[in-house]
């Protein structure tokens, strides 16, 4: 699941938890985890919604300014169906720093 570069911030520190997405079907599976840059997001919830459902507030809570600015990024491909994606965000594991065995040193 692909965000616009504006927003991914948001993402990130867990600003913004949804989506609205216009897809023929859905893309994601609840469960599922789909990379984003350096993490992941891992998919909470999504249902079928219409654009009744779409609020200025849902729009702001998926970090849009409004409902109009939210539709001009929601549409992917020629889907007609409106899906609400719940979700959260999982940073990179760091990997354990790996100790080297010290050098002997020969007289």
Request: hydrophobic share 35%; proline share 7%; net charge positive.
């Amino acid at each position: 699941m692909m965000f616009t570069r504006r927003l991914r911030k948001g993402v990130r520190s867990g600003e913004i938890t949804s989506s609205v997405r216009i897809w023929m079907r859905p893309h994601v599976k609840v469960g599922g985890r789909y990379r984003m840059e350096e993490g992941e997001i891992e998919i909470d919830s999504i249902e079928p919604i219409g654009f009744p459902d779409i609020t200025p507030q849902l729009a702001r809570a998926s970090g849009f300014l409004g409902v109009l600015d939210l539709l001009k990024v929601a549409q992917h491909g020629k889907g007609q169906n409106i899906y609400l994606v719940r979700f959260h965000y999982i940073p990179p594991r760091r990997a354990p720093k790996v100790q080297r065995p010290k050098s002997r040193k020969k007289n």
